[in-house]
């Protein structure tokens, strides 16, 4: 008797953990309409995890010592990171699976994770067929990786419509509908962001030839590299979010800024004083969040000391993040 109630206990305990694990399961496993996603996105920050050599050499010898490097990035109040990719996926499996292990581990940390291809070729000779097609493939190899993963996962196609392909937005429209297509074939619920010309700017989005499908968002720059030579003008941001808003309106599609950097900085340091990053910081942030649109800063690199796992600028930070640890 005594053996019988410990094994119905034992398969108690299995049923309730199975119970919990179909429940997680389900939960990620959830559609996520763009309208909500939006609302989910709260503040980020773009991540090197998957550029630079040194950050990204950090961030795996730190995950071999079982440290979570997203959970850093959580713990400090940031809701989703954009992490930029400049591997070729196609023909480097390893930086495909590396980019797997980056995405569960922010998932399992609580981050929204989001990528973004750096996609130099295409950007710096977007008239080739070769890189166009590339391109294509690049984000077809993507999403037969991911299929399965979390709708919290999304994919942002391009980084920044910056270098010669700014000029040529019936490049950018036709390698978007070609890679949407190929996504949707494979993952027909992913959320994808697609990026207007003119350096990611706002006042092109009206050149985006998409459709609004429920799971398409579009993502724009403003002061990407931050107040240039450390000066800045309110009516160009108001102006900006206006246009973003109005865009939104009209198509139904939600936006997102995927870049904007507290401070101008030259050779590797900031060169702005501190009152005007704060202030400059605190507009931006405002402006965003009264607006309602989400935004991630630029970038991890100057708040974030990955050899030493520290963080720096904090006073910078402590001006963006309070609004979204507030948040309802």
Same mark, same amino acid.
């Given at each position: 008797m005594k053996k %019988?109630? %410990?094994l119905l206990l034992f398969l108690v305990g299995v049923a309730v953990l199975w119970s919990i694990h179909v429940k997680v399961i389900e939960n990620t496993q959830s559609t996520i309409t763009a309208t909500r996603y939006r609302k989910m996105l709260g503040v980020g920050i773009d991540v090197d995890w998957m550029t630079f050599p040194k950050v990204h050499h950090y961030y795996f010898y730190w995950r071999s010592k079982g440290v979570s490097i997203p959970k850093y990035f959580k713990e400090m109040g940031f809701s989703n990171v954009r992490i930029r990719v400049s591997q070729d996926v196609v023909t480097n499996r390893t930086a495909l699976v590396q980019l797997g292990e980056i995405v569960r581990d922010c998932l399992k940390a609580g981050l929204i994770p989001i990528i973004t291809y750096t996609a130099p070729e295409l950007r710096e000779?977007?008239?080739s067929e070769e890189t166009q097609e590339h391109f294509v493939l690049w984000w077809k190899t993507v999403a037969e990786y991911f299929k399965g993963t979390s709708y919290l996962l999304s994919y942002d196609l391009l980084i920044e419509s910056s270098g010669p392909i700014?000029?040529?937005?019936?490049?950018l429209n036709r390698v978007y509908a070609k890679a949407l297509k190929e996504i949707r074939e494979i993952d027909p619920h992913r959320l994808v962001f697609v990026t207007p010309v003119g350096t990611s700017s706002p006042f092109y989005l009206e050149d985006l030839n998409i459709s609004n499908d429920g799971f398409t968002l579009a993502e724009w720059h403003i002061y990407a590299g931050g107040p240039k030579h450390c000066t800045?003008?309110?009516?160009p941001i108001r102006k900006a979010i206006s246009e973003a808003l109005n865009w939104s309106r009209k198509t139904g599609i939600p936006t997102w800024v995927g870049a904007w950097r507290p401070f101008w900085s030259l050779k590797n340091e900031t060169?702005?004083?501190e009152s005007l990053i704060l202030k400059f910081s605190t507009f931006m942030a405002s402006s965003l969040k009264e607006a309602d649109i989400p935004y991630d800063i630029n970038s991890d690199v100057w708040f974030f000391n990955i050899e030493n796992l520290t963080w720096k600028n904090v006073a910078i930070l402590e001006t963006i993040l309070p609004l979204q640890r507030k948040a309802p």
């Open positions: %019988l109630g %410990l000779n977007p008239t700014k000029e040529h937005p019936e490049v800045y003008n309110e009516s060169n702005c004083s």
